[in-house]
T-cell receptor
Framework: ETGVTQTPRHLVMGMTNKKSLKCEQH?????MYWYKQSAKKPLELMFV???????ENNSVPSRFSPECPNSSHLFLHLHTLQPEDSALYLC?????????????FGPGTRLLVL | QKEVEQDPGPLSVPEGAIVSLNCTYS??????FMWYRQYSRKGPELLMY????GNKEDGRFTAQVDKSSKYISLFIRDSQPSDSATYLC??????????????FGQGTILTVHP
């Protein structure tokens, strides 16, 4: 295991639901990330947090709302999603925020929006 | 034009074969290069990274970078069924304020059959 856990592992939701994805890292890292992985597409960086401060927001729609209450936990709050938001959502963490830092990924949450 | 192009495959080879996985890129600012491996139902894990042009070897794996041609490769010697996974190239610039911002290829699906 990489030291990064994600819950739930699978989620099915309707377009009017509100749900949250949770990520926890046990590595003592200072930076955390949310990625979206869709079939046959590259990983898309969504958000970056460094020391609980959001430092990157990659033009993500407002129906995705991140929260980082402390350096070990990261949430992604979801509301009024669209079917095209169905994907694997990956959380990652790294020691620092330099570009060349190794990122450790969790197993992901497989999301299906009906 | 995509910043990073990676042949998605799928690639199927017999056990013991030499595998070549490739990515091309267009951004001259990219200075460090990574290869991630992603097994089914898991998150990506870092396999190798390199900063310079030339070859870097680690066991059965060799990462090759040609900055003049903007081309990187991962070679797997004596491939094993346990190498069956999706391989993702990733790259980024050094310095600046792009916090951990990697640009990924779309991944190549590799199957090594006994």
């Amino acid at each position: 295991e990489t030291g990064v856990t994600q819950t739930p592992r699978h989620l099915v939701m309707g377009m009017t639901n509100k749900k949250s994805l949770k990520c926890e890292q046990h590595l003592g890292h200072n930076a955390m990330y949310w990625y979206k992985q869709s079939a046959k597409k590259p990983l898309e960086l969504m958000f970056v947090y460094s020391l609980e401060e959001r430092v990157e927001n990659n033009s993500v729609p407002s129906r995705f709302s991140p929260e980082c209450p402390n350096s070990s936990h990261l949430f992604l709050h979801l509301h009024t999603l669209q079917p095209e938001d169905s994907a694997l959502y990956l959380c990652a963490s790294s020691q620092g925020r330099a570009q060349q830092e190794t990122q450790y990924f969790g197993p992901g949450t497989r999301l299906l929006v009906l | 034009q995509k910043e990073v192009e990676q042949d998605p495959g799928p690639l199927s080879v017999p056990e013991g074969a030499i595998v070549s996985l490739n990515c091309t890129y267009s951004n001259s600012a990219f200075q460090y290069f990574m290869w991630y491996r992603q097994y089914s139902r898991k998150g990506p894990e870092l396999l190798m990274y390199t900063y310079s042009s030339g070859n870097k070897e680690d066991g059965r794996f060799t990462a090759q970078v040609d900055k003049s041609s903007k081309y990187i490769s991962l070679f797997i010697r004596d491939s094993q069924p346990s190498d069956s996974a999706t391989y993702l190239c990733a790259m980024g610039p050094l310095g600046g304020t792009s916090y951990g911002k990697l640009t990924f290829g779309q991944g190549t699906i590799l199957t090594v059959h006994p």
